[in-house]
């Protein structure tokens, strides 16, 4: 396998960082920190990237225009935004510039609108306005007739929440950097200058530590400081995906009026032309336990139609939950700590796939200002990612794709092969569904089931199949 | 973009469009084109284990592959134009066909189009069931493919969920393939299908569970185990390595469905006139995508009715006014 540690050089090489925890914000971690000239190493110790809080979230790409003025995660939010839509292009990255409404459903909830729009105008979203109910419907016609009143927010986007965060990766490997999967830290030691740490595949040196454990941050600090600043209270949030024919219903992220816990229920369409309903906000003890709720389900169904009445005439092609890695702050934990060469990037919510770029250059100022310094890379590498959004040409359309195997998503032998080869080969079934959204679609595998085991056959950890005997 | 033409293309070669197709040669048809996504034409038959397929057709017994080689070699003998490989991804309003290949995006434009896309089982996520979600939890189409089309088996000690006919296919063709169900479980108080066919189960030692419900899927990676709710109510914990959902089909209509056609929201099958035409007059519909419970036979004799009134069409003697039926 690529990323065996003991069949390759990590062993006796010193890094100049380590990124612990390959979710959107390690990944784009990475990226940065790369692409500055740093030498980088990244551990996961799951069987692939992405199997934390990053692989459920609702793939919208925020202005922050609810977030509180003045905090961090605002100042990330925004940053993140910008440099999403710098580098969109390049990396052949999608945007679904839909806009959202936030839908108030009563009068009291009317009258929370003005603060909505004050604090957008605060975070310099300007471009907020009020909708009446008759401008809203006008607008959305497959809303409920109830809505009330709204603000719409025109810059609040959906983008890819899986090809994105696999293109930062990706992007800094091809540029220089080191990822290792299924390896986790076990122990870690500070001495003159340098971290040395044990993982579950060998020792590893590194300079400087960014802790990215998302759902594992707090146990993570434990470990390498003695005592964490902040505690990771696990929040799941279960989602339903209706088929494609339902994202005809709305154009904009219908946004519910939010409360202190939650931006709660969203209804949107998603980058890949679907349409999700989601998520829930439910505090837990696990910190892996992504296991979905028939009840909760039908609630969350019930809303949905509730919210658009057509839906009740439309199919559910998915489920599927996600952990929020939250906090007993309300905004981010990113804190550096100087003496010990660590960075800490702890209790990043549902705003992480667009803070990301945010966040990465923030603690890279971070880090400058502990004392490090490096040569920027002159000439970059740009990866090479097939993109599964509907609004990018997608890979069904050219010669050459070896045909499609996974109809309902239309995704090519091509497109599967890809996934299973090169640095971040996947190795799990769900690793490949992230990659290709193969089985995801409404018949969920009925007919390309067989197909995919044989692809894959001595290519995942778990196989799909065995041969008969 | 490469761009072709036909006089009727069908999208699905199944038995029923294979039917449809060499039925339209006889009758004179000069240039069907038959669209099968899949490198094989047949359809759901070829990867059937239960017999007996091709009664009707050919007078004998045959198993479902022996049936959809026989049906797509007369196909062929008649002249019809089998494009395998080939993904129809929309329907324009005057039967202008987008096509997908290994060549990329292709069009093909029929004067008329008949729709045999057929059905499928309705999977997990579709009955909004608890619990986790590892892999294992499949379809019987789904297990049926990988057992007899690439001989390899997902898990040994499945749950099988349902107790329509289709699973007691799944239940042969797992153990055919050397797996041991388990458990058949029933939310209903008696078998959906023929009473006594659970007694095969049962004699081969897979309990035949009704009034029970399944309530929630166990296992991170890999399926551990499922809870049921037993009829006193009270909770059990049965270990098994996957999930199989049956029946509870469905028509795939979704080309119909996003080319606007009318579709009824009860079956998810297009709403058809008296001649079998959807809401758009250029496309019709047949065999399982217009009601999903029919067997492969049923769908070839349909296709030969249907064969009939596309060629009446063809020549203009169909009305041009559609007016949904109940049929």
Known sequence: MPDDPSSDRIAGEEFDVVVIGSGVVGCAMARRFTLEGARVLVLEKAADILDGASKGNSAILHTGFDAEPGSLEQHCIQAGYEEYLQVKDELNLPVLESGALVVAWNAAEAEMLGGIVDKARANSVRDVQHLSSAQLLVKEPGLSKKAFAAVEVPREFVIDPWTTPYTYLLQAIENGATVKRDTAVIDADFAAGLWQIETNRGKITARTVINCAGLYGDLLEQKLLGQSAFEIRPRKGQFLVFDKSASRLIDSIILPVPNEITKGIVVCRTIFGNLLVGPTAEEQQSRDDASVDANTLQALHNKGVEIIPELANHSVTATYAGIRPATEFKDYCIQPYAEQNYISVGGIRSTGLTAALGIASHVFRLYQAMGNSHNQIDNFVVPDVLPLAESLERNWSKPGNGGIVCHCELVTRHEIEQALSGPLAANSLAGLKRRTRATMGRCQGFYCSAELSEMCANRLQIPLSEPLT | ?327
Not at chain 2, 33 to 39: C, T, V
Not at chain 2, 290 to 318: F, N
């Open chain 2, 1 to 327: 973009m490469k761009s072709t033409q036909c006089q009727v293309a069908i999208i699905g070669a199944g038995p029923g469009g294979l039917s449809i197709a060499t039925e339209l040669k006889k009758l004179g048809v000069d240039h069907v084109a038959l669209l099968e996504r899949e490198s094989t034409a047949g359809g759901i038959p070829r990867h059937c284990g239960h017999s007996p397929f091709g009664m009707r057709e050919f007078r004998r017994v045959l198993s479902g592959a022996e049936y959809t080689r026989r049906l797509t070699a007369q196909a062929e003998k008649a002249g019809v134009e089998i494009r395998l490989a080939t993904t129809v991804t929309e329907l324009g309003q005057c039967g202008e066909l987008s096509l997908s290949t290994n060549e990329g995006r292709q069009q093909l434009k029929a004067e008329r189009v008949v729709i045999c896309s057929g059905a499928r089982e309705k999977p997990r996520a579709a009955r909004l069931v608890s619990g986790a979600r590892p892999q294992a939890v499949m379809t019987t189409g789904a297990l049926q493919s990988m057992i007899y089309l690439k001989q390899q088996r997902p898990c040994k000690r499945p749950v099988i969920i349902g107790s329509e006919m289709v699973a007691f296919s799944a239940f042969l063709s797992c153990r055919h393939a050397g797996m041991k169900p388990v458990a058949m479980i029933e939310a209903g108080p008696v078998v959906s299908w023929w009473r006594l066919a659970a007694l095969l189960p049962r004699l081969l030692g897979t309990p035949v569970l009704t009034n029970t419900s399944l309530e929630a899927i166990e296992g991170k990676d890999k399926v551990r185990a499922v809870m049921l709710k037993r009829p006193s109510g009270e909770l059990a914990t049965i270990d098994c390595d996957g999930v199989i959902f049956t029946g509870q089909f469905i028509g795939e209509s979704t080309l119909a469905t996003m080319a606007g056609f009318a579709i009824d929201t009860v079956t998810n099958s297009p709403l058809v006139d008296a001649y079998g035409r959807c809401s758009n007059i250029n496309y019709f519909a047949s065999g399982n995508l217009r009601y999903p419970l029919k067997t492969a036979g049923q769908c070839w004799r349909e296709g030969r009715d249907m064969a009939s009134l596309v060629k009446a069409s063809l020549d203009g003697k169909l009305p041009d006014r559609w007016a949904q039926t109940n049929a």
